[in-house]
């Protein structure tokens, strides 16, 4: 079972991630204070980038995160971005990997300026997005 967990995550790390960002992480993944994402901190008004090519699953407002999007990958990835200031894409649409699909803000309330809460899922498990972007 190991191996093929391996396995995995290997072809994990074999795609070709898109930076969600240009900027400076700011707060790490910590799954023990269940921060399961990284902060980057990006100019105003900067563009949010599709990771990777795929679906856009979820594209709306939420209290504690603001305006999130979620885009389903290959692999069972997910990748999650919040506290936007715009959506730039709507529930069904196919984005490519490097696509702007939403504004940097500071929506929600969990928010300490502007910047993307920026999460990868593989499985249905939060997995360090830094493990396989260099930021």
């Known amino acids: 079972k190991n191996e093929e967990t391996e396995k ?3 072809n994990i790390k074999n795609l070709s991630f898109y930076i ?3 900027g400076v992480v700011t ?3 910590d799954f023990s204070k269940e921060h399961f994402g990284i902060d980057i901190v ?3 008004n900067a563009a949010v980038k ?3 090519d795929g679906s856009v699953i979820f594209a709306d407002w939420t209290m504690e995160t603001g305006y999130v999007i979620a885009i389903q990958h290959q692999e069972g990835l997910i990748s999650f971005y919040k506290h936007n200031s715009v959506l730039l894409k709507k529930v069904g649409e196919i984005v490519k990997a490097g696509q702007p699909i939403a504004i940097i803000g500071e929506s929600g309330e969990l928010t300490t300026g502007a910047h993307l809460h920026f999460e ?3 499985k249905g498990a939060p997995v360090n997005p830094e493990d396989y972007i260099t930021f």
């Open 20 to 22: 969600p960002a240009e």
């Open 27 to 29: 707060s790490k993944f």
């Open 8 to 10: 995995k995550q290997i």
């Open 42 to 44: 990006a100019k105003h």
């Open 50 to 52: 599709a990771t990777l």
């Open 120 to 122: 990868l899922w593989h």
